[in-house]
């Protein structure tokens, strides 16, 4: 589950705990934010349940006492993207991978400030279902000496777990999410679709494509530098933009974006470039979701087309939905309906992941050798 | 770590085996330590000994044990099938303690006995002090180096990685596990998962297709 990373949101958690306890952790290592949440054995409160970006920023050389908070030398999420300008900014991982090593495991111990003091660290780490022996095995090297133990399980997984709420099973009116359902997971790196009928997905059940939200952000930059050949934005300028303006279905005329270019203010109405920049993106998620429909058993398709759920930071495209919804429409599928699981998306894997933290029997955990 | 593997004769190992048992136990037991050492053997980067013992050696071993063997051939599957994936994963953790020990080495034994042996008097390189056989040389000239320029250590990483080559995506395989069953779906991800290693160790899986 990713999302292109903002701010820091700390929330408010439960009573400290004693430094006797064992951890349990639910991690969820997006390429762009991170979501880690925390709590003793046998507790459901929450003591930690933070997103932090996932970005380490290297001060650069030969820098001034003072500019950096307390002269650190490396730092993480929003400080790190607070002070930018005076670092090397490295991304740990790219497409929900560990692309470098040192990062990774710099972030890891980082991450581990965030978590409540306690005897021993086990976490249920969330990996794409993609992810091979060394991605899975890169994960396990950059947390040790973070975590005592682990588990990795597939994201899709998680995010189904998470996303289930089992103490509204029995509710009347209350649709299990899992029981027939196809999510479409618009990350970082590739957009993931998922078919889940009951069980947790196998391979022939997801679509794993890659194209998401950093080839938007390539796409409007390109847009972008069409238009205004003296803007060159930096990419975080381009994902601010997207955040806030992206868009899919009709085009709109009225986006005009304040930019300082060259040191000076400057104006771009950028409204069709903005709107060009989602159009594959939306293309190949319709090809995946009729390829998807296609696998599910004839009988299920009709509840199936009433669950088609997006998440992801993607999924934040203005009109997402219901555009995706109309091209279903018009091709002939009947009365589908596609949702968006919300603002709180980010936290479905997390959740997942203390869910399995918690029925993970003792032989599960595997322990890491430091 | 194991000891280099040794060039056996095939038929001097079977007869043997044959001649001191005779029970399916005695075939058993020494299919598992040719097994591990085929394992051991593709581990160290001996890929023609490791097909030599799986390819040579071991199909018949299995088919004596299976002839002995009082179980019926569901159970002999399965004991043998369980037997690939626990040796495997055995020195896939093998691996991680021989990564470990080098590192241990490279990082922190070996600059000391480097740093005596200047005190010494013996130089690796350079003119001055007593000249070192060019092998120990290079390799305390590299000990001092980190590890991301060490060339010793990166081959051992280099080796280790034969053992997980890239490719097998985590799943449940053929199992189709309840979303309710969360221990379950932890089971058959990580039985998966050492099926997976065993499978790609092991040429010994043609036995079973």
């Known amino acids: 589950m990713e999302e292109n990373a903002t701010e820091t949101t700390p929330i408010p958690t439960m009573s400290s705990n004693t430094a006797a306890e064992t951890i349990l952790v639910g991690f969820d290592w997006g390429t762009n934010s991170s979501c880690i949440m925390a709590s003793t054995t046998g507790s459901n409160d929450l003591l930690t349940n933070e997103i932090i970006p996932s970005i380490v920023g290297y001060a650069k050389e ?19 993207l607070k002070y ?8 740990p991982m790219r497409n929900g991978v560990i692309d470098d090593l040192k990062s990774a495991s710099d972030y890891a111990g980082h991450i581990k400030e965030h978590l409540p003091e306690g005897r021993e660290y086990r976490a249920v780490i969330g990996v794409p279902a993609r992810a091979d022996q060394i991605a899975r095995e890169n994960v396990r090297t950059a947390v040790k000496g973070v975590f005592d133990k682990v588990i990795l399980i597939p994201e899709p997984f998680l995010a189904a777990l998470g996303y289930r709420d089992e103490s509204r099973l029995k509710e009347d009116g209350y649709i299990d999410p899992v029981n027939n359902s196809l999510f479409i997971d618009i990350g970082a790196g590739s957009s993931d679709l998922c078919l889940v009928q009951g069980y947790y997905p196998q391979p022939d059940d997801q679509i794993s494509i890659p194209y998401a939200g950093d080839a938007v952000d390539a796409e409007l930059s390109k847009e972008i530098l069409q238009k205004y050949p003296d803007s060159d934005l930096s990419i975080h300028s381009v994902i601010e933009i997207k955040e806030e303006h992206a868009y899919m279905g009709p085009q709109k005329s009225d986006i005009i974006v304040k930019k300082i270019i060259g040191g000076k203010p400057r104006t771009l109405d950028i409204g069709y470039e903005i709107g060009q920049s989602t159009l594959t993106l939306l293309d190949l998620i319709f090809e995946g979701v009729k390829q998807e429909i296609a696998k599910a058993n004839p009988d299920s398709v009709p509840e199936l087309l009433q669950n088609i759920v997006l998440t992801g930071g993607g999924s934040q495209i203005k009109n997402f939905a219901e555009v995706l919804q109309k091209m279903l429409e018009d091709d002939g599928y009947e009365q589908p309906k596609v949702r968006i699981i919300g603002e709180n998306y980010k936290e479905f894997v997390a959740k997942g992941a203390m869910k399995a933290a918690r ?3 003792e032989r599960q955990w595997q322990t890491l050798i430091d | 770590m194991a000891a280099q593997t040794q060039h056996r004769d095939p038929v001097e190992i079977i007869s043997k085996t044959a001649q001191t048992s005779g029970i399916s136990e005695d075939y058993w037991n020494e299919l598992v330590e040719l097994f591990r050492e085929a394992c051991l053997s593709y581990h160290e980067g001996h890929e023609s000994e490791a097909k030599k013992l799986a390819i040579d050696i071991l199909p018949e071993l299995i088919r004596r044990w299976s002839k002995a063997s009082p179980e019926n051939s569901d159970e002999k599957r399965l004991r043998l099938q369980n037997m690939f994936i626990e040796e495997s994963r055995r020195i896939a953790d093998a691996g991680i303690i021989q990564r470990m020990i080098v590192n241990r080495l490279s990082e922190r034994v070996l600059p000391s006995i480097m740093n005596e042996l200047k005190q010494r008097g013996f130089a690796p390189t350079g003119n001055s002090g007593k000249k070192l056989p060019k092998n120990t040389a290079d390799l305390l000239e590299q000990a001092e ?21 890239g490719g097998a995506t985590l799943s449940t395989g053929k199992r189709k596990v309840p979303v309710g069953d969360v221990s379950g779906m932890i089971d058959a991800l990580q039985g998966s998962e050492y099926k997976s290693m065993a499978q790609q160790i092991s040429p010994l899986r043609s036995l079973f297709e």
């Not at chain 1, 030969?62 to 790190?80: C, H, N, Q, R, Y």
């Not at chain 1, 930018?84 to 991304?91: E, G």
């Not at chain 2, 590890?147 to 990483?157: I, R, T, V």
């Open chain 1, 62 to 80: 030969g820098l001034l006492e003072g500019i950096l908070p307390s002269d650190k030398t490396v730092l993480f999420g929003k400080e790190a």
């Open chain 1, 359 to 361: 029925a993970a029997k």
């Open chain 2, 145 to 165: 180096k980190p590890p991301e320029e060490n060339k010793l250590l990166q081959k051992a990483m280099e080796k280790n990685r034969a053992i997980t080559p």
């Open chain 1, 84 to 91: 930018r300008i005076y670092c090397q900014l490295q991304r």
